[in-house]
């Protein structure tokens, strides 16, 4: 038997697990980045204003760290700048977990387990992997290329946008593969190689924003970047991408076939031998579960809080610059102090993002049914609504902490800067703390669904969560009418440190997440338990 | 209270699989129960039932003296569970997890635990991702057997273990029956079963279909006899209730039922045996009579009650 037997029906398998999940996320990504791409140009619809914008934009570090440089004035040029960044990350971590979920995450479970003693040879399920997640990026490079085809760009340039999008997701996929052969745990090798990636951007931007604009070379990122589409149309930079992303596959491959079925590379260190007198009790395990997560979204707010805060006066210039981010601007209060304006938004948008923590973090008891850990417990002397109210309130401490974190970021920072830090830490956390009840409305939602539904708790809660999303580009770039925010919790709340502080959208907010988790823990107590 | 366990007429469903089909169970206090029954037959849910994580659609369940469903938290203190496929936290050590399971049950006696690790032979510095299926099961078992409990539920405890595992397994169980703790053992080892059960159930398509001890379950099934000379042979085939008569040389063998063996008996008797050999059947034997007849019923049950037998 080959060691690829089976790669053929092992690619099946994974697309009909796998199939809500990246249509999801790899239609998504193609959607967003053709939709952000082509509203960029009627921002600034002449080429006056265009090179205006492109001038101050690569005199500043703060773009230039975030996007990188504009290397064409074109409305396509513009368009590509605009969705580098968006597109290289959201393609890589789709990616990345696509290739950790089915291969480290199967084995973890132990479905791996029992395909492998079929008749399935032990690279299939890495090849089959590999392959999916190869065709996914084609796919999606495809599905951008058409679509930017379609609304008047170059095709050439349009082509080599996609592809060095889709390098990017390539570069993650050998890059995931390889973190998933050192690890044991599926959670631990999407953290390994979403570091990997992080590191990868970071540097890039550092590079772009730096005196030292060539070591972006050093990063897939910046490879991708040299592409340059619209913009003389290299091909050649492609090259190394590819180069690497069959380097890190060839690893992968080699410390696969060096390694058992379930164990990682990197040893598992011995545990205690006994429990400390701490872990007592089905909080203390909670706390225990969540707290791997909680730091590492705490610390991933607090870098992105005081990269904010370390760019935001550039930034607010900027903004200013633009006339759909203008309107989001001012409809946060940045009339009077236009950088209060900025800080709203950004803790705005970021919150939803951070609402992903929320709602994973409220999940976690889905998860725990579904492994058989659960019962483990709730055959002690434990209720349901106990262990479940556990997890929510680690959950939802942890949601406030990792806002904090964002607030404290962006404060200290920026407070540093402007010498005025007694005065900006307080009102810049203010405004982050201000957003937890919304955060935890779609939280409280996943938690309802937990107790009720438990298997549509995660598909809709993210369906309503994209949603928000979906209305808030709409109103930025669609020019729909603002009014339809009013459907969104995160839009009913003040936006602090622009706008005036108001309780009531606060108490309201916490009422329905109350009301809903109260329905979700009563539901749970009246229900089968699976798994 | 001599009951600690009485289930009756139980019916549990899962969409259109019928899972629970008026199962009857009742376990005394104070003995090792088998509960036995091929693959899908319901034994993992009837536990799960007792234990408050399902809830039953129709019959009564009684537990330790209350309800299951109702009473779940209170009466788990008074149990240990073992579950059938262990999984266990993934960055928490052996040790970690045992003591956290026992603690939430009210704690466990610090030597007990360690005299468990010793004897399974446990690492239990390893993470829970680390070990085997096997040694996953040992970790929830020693956390269940280490605690002070008046019922333990075990769901095919030893399916992961050694050979050597199991006879440690054995002797525990029999040490806890000493302490007179009531064991519910969900098995399809029949030798296990064998060993270690007072009594038995048998279930097939959540149904009980045989309940009791083994010796009352044996009366039930027939006895094999060999004896010399065959000159019986005619007559004994005239009697009812004996079967499958065959003579080999001057040797005669065969069949009979519980309640034909007196009659056998008193034939062979008259004819002068000069040797005579019975043994009664087997588990193994009226597990595999319950299974095949049922098999030749038109159920599809049966199918699984060979992988069963032969697992042996
Ligand atoms: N959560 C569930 N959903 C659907 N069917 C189930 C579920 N749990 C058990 N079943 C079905 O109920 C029957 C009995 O299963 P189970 O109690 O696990 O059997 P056993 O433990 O005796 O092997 C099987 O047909 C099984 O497929
Ligand atoms: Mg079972």
């Known amino acids: 038997m080959s060691t690829l037997t089976g790669t053929g029906s092992m690619v099946l398998v994974i697309l009909r697990r796998d199939r809500v999940k990246l249509l999801a996320w790899f239609g998504l990504v193609a959607l967003i980045v053709v939709g952000v791409a082509s509203a960029v140009g009627s921002a600034y619809p002449t080429e006056a204003a265009r090179r205006a914008f492109a001038a101050t934009t690569n005199g500043d570090p703060a773009q230039l760290f975030m996007i990188g440089p504009i290397y064409d004035t074109s409305a396509a040029g513009l368009g590509a700048w605009r969705v580098r960044g968006q597109a290289a990350l959201l393609l890589g971590l789709a990616t990345l977990l696509l290739v950790v979920r089915n291969t480290r995450g199967e084995e973890e479970s132990g479905r791996a387990e029992l395909l492998g003693s079929t008749v399935v040879g032990r690279h299939a399920s890495l090849t089959a992997t590999l392959t999916v997640a190869f065709c996914a990026n084609l796919v999606t490079a495809a599905l951008v290329t058409l679509g930017l085809a379609a609304v008047g760009f170059p095709v050439a340039g349009s082509l080599l946008a996609a592809l060095s999008f889709a390098a990017c997701g390539w570069v993650m996929a050998g890059t995931a593969a390889l973190a998933a052969q050192l690890t044991g745990g599926a959670r631990a090798a999407a953290g390994i190689a979403s570091a990997v990636m992080a590191a990868w951007y970071v540097l890039r931007g550092v590079a772009d924003a730096g005196p030292a604009p060539w070591a972006s070379w050093l990063s897939p990122f910046g490879w991708a970047q040299g592409v340059r589409p619209f913009a003389g149309d290299h091909v050649w930079p492609l090259l190394p991408v590819a180069g690497a992303a069959v380097l890190l596959t060839g690893a992968a491959y080699l410390l696969a076939a060096r390694r058992d079925l379930g164990a990682g590379l990197l040893p598992d260190r011995p545990g205690p031998a006994a429990a400390a007198p701490g872990l007592r009790g089905p909080f203390a395990l909670a706390w225990r579960q969540h707290r791997g997560m909680l730091v590492a979204w705490t610390a991933g707010t607090l870098l992105l809080g005081a990269a904010l805060g370390g760019t935001a006066q550039g930034i607010a210039r900027q903004l200013g610059a633009s006339d759909a981010l203008r309107g989001l601007i001012e409809r946060m209060g940045g009339g009077a102090r236009p950088v209060d304006g900025f800080f709203a938004t950004i803790v705005y948008l970021a919150a939803q993002v951070l609402t992903i923590y929320a709602i994973e973090a409220t999940l976690r008891p889905h998860a725990e049914e579904t492994a058989g850990r659960a019962a483990a417990v709730l055959a002690g002397p434990v209720g349901r609504v106990r262990w479940a109210a556990g997890h929510l309130a680690v959950a939802a401490l942890g949601s406030v902490v990792v806002l904090a974190g964002l607030g404290l970021g962006i404060g200290v920072v920026y407070g540093l800067t402007t010498g005025t830090a007694a005065h900006e830490v307080p009102r810049l956390l203010a405004a982050a703390l201000v957003r937890a009840p919304s955060v935890l409305v779609l939280a409280a939602l996943a938690a309802a669904l937990y107790g009720v539904a438990p298997r549509l708790a995660a598909p809709v809660t993210y369906t309503v969560l994209g949603g928000l999303l979906a209305l808030e580009l709409a109103v930025e770039l669609g020019g729909a009418d603002a009014s339809i925010l009013s459907l969104s919790p995160f839009a009913r709340t003040p936006a602090l440190p622009g706008a005036a502080f108001t309780v009531t959208p606060l108490l309201w907010l916490a009422a329905v997440a109350a009301a809903l988790t109260a329905a979700g823990l009563f539901a749970l107590r009246r229900r089968d338990l699976t798994g | ?312």
Request: hydrophobic share 40%; net charge neutral; with cysteine.
């Open chain 2, 1 to 312: 209270m001599t009951n600690a366990i009485s289930v009756s007429g139980l019916v549990k469903t899962f969409g259109r699989t019928r899972a629970l089909d008026g199962l009857d169970l009742t376990v005394r206090t104070g003995e090792v129960h088998g509960f036995l029954g091929p693959n899908g037959s319901g034994k993992s849910t009837t536990i799960r039932v007792l234990l408050g994580l399902l809830r039953a659609d129709s019959g009564t369940a009684r537990l330790l003296g209350g309800d299951p469903w109702r009473d779940a938290t209170a009466l788990h203190r008074r149990l240990a569970y073992v579950p059938g496929d262990v999984t266990l936290w993934p960055a928490l050590s052996g040790g970690e997890t045992i003591d956290l399971l026992g603690r939430m049950r009210g704690g466990l006696d610090p030597a007990r635990r360690a005299g468990l690790i010793d004897r399974f032979e446990l690492d239990p510095r390893k993470k829970g991702r680390a070990y085997s299926k096997g040694n996953r099961q040992k970790v929830a078992l020693i956390a269940a057997l280490a605690s002070d409990v008046e019922l333990l539920v075990l769901d095919e405890p030893t399916s992961g273990l050694d050979p050597l595992m199991e006879a440690v397994f054995q002797e525990c169980v029999r040490e806890e029956r000493r302490a007179g703790r009531t064991v519910l053992l969900s098995s399809h080892v029949l030798g296990e079963v064998e060993a270690l059960c007072d009594r038995v159930s048998i279930i097939r398509a959540g149904r009980t279909v045989e309940s009791g001890t083994l010796a009352e379950l044996r009366h039930l099934t027939r006895t094999s006899i060999e004896a010399e000379p065959s000159t019986a042979a005619p007559r004994l085939a005239g009697l009812p209730g004996v079967h499958d008569v065959r003579v080999t040389g001057d040797r005669v063998s065969c069949q009979v039922d519980g309640d034909a063996l007196g009659a056998a008996v008193r034939e062979l008797a008259a004819t002068g045996v000069r040797s005579l050999v019975s043994r009664p059947p087997t588990l193994e034997e009226m597990f595999l009579r319950h299974y095949t007849t049922d098999h030749t019923a038109g159920d599809t049950a049966g199918d699984t009650a060979g992988e069963t037998a032969g697992s042996r």
